[in-house]
């Protein structure tokens, strides 16, 4: 008979056989998965450096690298409204080595404002993780004399058709929600869209235009320095960085400008994968050194689950088609 050390050692061997040949019998897929990432991982930006959804993709990045062990590379896919980018990922392997900052560009404006979106923004793709907003608002200039909506609205009035609001081109979202304004405060101002957010920026700055309406933490700097005024915060509550400045709700009027973030993956990651990047998102999204380095450029988290984010993401499309309807920019 074999010694009790010689049948421990048979055992084990016996064990580890069983585990070898258990492993081998499993799907390529599954053991892919359980080892998930084994190489670097990509993640589409869809616009180019500089704007908040590029931000949040290179502040989160080296965070995700070191829970997870592999590089997390931002890709930058700007062009079409985002469309270029939700286009590649869906097309991409659902293996876990693409991603995307998704927004509302691609995903909640585009389907309404354009004809040829080849991609459902909802079903064609696996919404994993909220990773936090920027909220828009009423910047003018100084030359305008206004302090507060009420201001704006009154010269408005006083001047039909004759005040300018400057956006970073027809059709975005600062596009639609000045016409939305419009609408809800019933004035006539003069749309004038400029090409991007940096030249919108230099218009207002350069006197070309009274007002526009885009993220008021994105133009702090300008804000203290006087040569920008703030007259109203478009979130659901004051924002932080500006705790004097009332939201437009405060003002009389209920609107929200919301261009949210997200990580999103292309249709079909296996849901292993997704719950793996989703907890570890969760966890860095509490924790204080990585909300406050989003908070730089104006970044908001809100705890969201992930079947809450896929319903977000179907809300904000619906909450977007009739305002894009009602600007004239639908269907083009």
Same mark, same amino acid.
């Given at each position: 008979?074999?010694?009790?050390?010689?049948?421990?050692? @048979?055992?084990?061997?016996?064990?580890?056989?069983?585990?070898?040949?258990?492993?081998?019998?499993?799907?390529?897929?599954?053991?892919?998965?359980?080892?998930? +990432?084994?190489?670097?991982?990509?993640?589409?930006?869809?616009?180019?450096?500089? $704007?908040?959804?590029? *931000?949040?993709?290179?502040?989160?990045?080296?965070?995700?690298?070191?829970?997870?062990?592999? !590089?997390?590379?931002? %890709?930058?896919? !700007?062009?079409?409204?985002?469309?270029?980018? #939700?286009?590649?990922? =869906?097309?991409?392997?659902?293996?876990?080595?693409?991603?995307?900052?998704?927004?509302?560009? +691609?995903?909640?404006?585009?389907?309404?404002?354009?004809?040829? @979106?080849?991609?459902? #923004?909802?079903?064609?793709?696996?919404?994993?993780?909220?990773? $936090?907003?920027?909220? /828009?608002?009423?910047?003018?200039?100084?030359?305008?004399?206004?302090?507060?909506?009420?201001?704006?609205?009154?010269?408005?009035?006083?001047?039909? /058709?004759?005040?300018?609001?400057?956006?970073?081109?027809?059709?975005?979202?600062?596009?639609?929600?000045?016409?939305?304004?419009?609408?809800?405060?019933?004035?006539?101002?003069?749309?004038?869209?400029?090409?991007?957010?940096?030249?919108?920026?230099?218009?207002?700055?350069?006197?070309?235009? %009274?007002?526009? *309406?885009?993220?008021?933490?994105?133009?702090?700097?300008?804000?203290?320095? /006087?040569?920008?005024?703030?007259?109203?915060?478009?979130? !659901?509550?004051?924002?932080? !960085?500006?705790? %004097?400045?009332?939201? *437009?709700?405060?003002?009389?009027?209920?609107?929200?400008?919301?261009?949210?973030?997200?990580?999103?993956?292309?249709? $079909?990651?296996?849901?292993?994968?997704?719950?793996?990047?989703?907890?570890?998102?969760?966890?860095?999204?509490?924790? =204080?050194?990585?909300?406050?380095?989003?908070? @730089?450029?104006?970044?908001?988290?809100?705890?969201?689950?992930? +079947?809450? *984010?896929?319903?977000?993401?179907?809300?904000?499309?619906?909450?977007?088609?009739?305002?894009?309807?009602?600007?004239?920019?639908? /269907?083009?």
């Amino acid at each position: 008979m074999p010694t009790s050390a010689t049948a421990r050692t @048979v055992d084990r061997r016996r064990a580890l056989q069983s585990l070898a040949a258990l492993s081998l019998g499993l799907p390529w897929a599954a053991r892919a998965q359980a080892a998930w +990432p084994t190489r670097p991982v990509k993640i589409l930006i869809s616009f180019p450096p500089g $704007g908040s959804s590029d *931000f949040v993709g290179r502040t989160l990045a080296p965070f995700l690298a070191e829970q997870l062990g592999q !590089p997390f590379v931002v %890709d930058n896919k !700007p062009g079409a409204g985002g469309m270029i980018a #939700a286009e590649a990922l =869906k097309k991409e392997a659902p293996d876990g080595y693409t991603f995307m900052i998704s927004n509302n560009a +691609p995903f909640s404006i585009a389907p309404t404002q354009f004809k040829n @979106v080849n991609y459902d #923004a909802v079903k064609d793709f696996t919404h994993i993780t909220y990773l $936090g907003s920027t909220y /828009g608002g009423c910047v003018a200039s100084p030359k305008l004399g206004a302090r507060n909506l009420a201001d704006l609205i009154a010269k408005a009035r006083a001047n039909p /058709g004759k005040l300018t609001f400057g956006s970073s081109g027809t059709g975005s979202i600062g596009h639609i929600f000045g016409e939305t304004f419009k609408r809800m405060a019933k004035v006539d101002m003069l749309h004038v869209p400029y090409k991007g957010a940096a030249p919108l920026r230099q218009g207002m700055l350069g006197g070309e235009v %009274d007002a526009m *309406f885009e993220s008021v933490t994105g133009n702090l700097a300008f804000l203290k320095a /006087g040569t920008m005024v703030a007259l109203g915060s478009a979130s !659901p509550d004051r924002l932080e !960085p500006v705790p %004097d400045l009332p939201t *437009f709700r405060e003002q009389g009027l209920d609107m929200i400008s919301e261009n949210w973030h997200g990580l999103t993956a292309p249709p $079909g990651l296996p849901p292993a994968i997704a719950n793996r990047v989703h907890q570890v998102l969760l966890a860095l999204l509490q924790r =204080k050194d990585v909300l406050e380095k989003l908070a @730089v450029y104006g970044v908001f988290y809100k705890p969201m689950t992930g +079947p809450g *984010f896929q319903s977000y993401v179907a809300a904000q499309l619906d909450y977007w088609r009739p305002q894009i309807i009602a600007a004239g920019v639908a /269907g083009q």
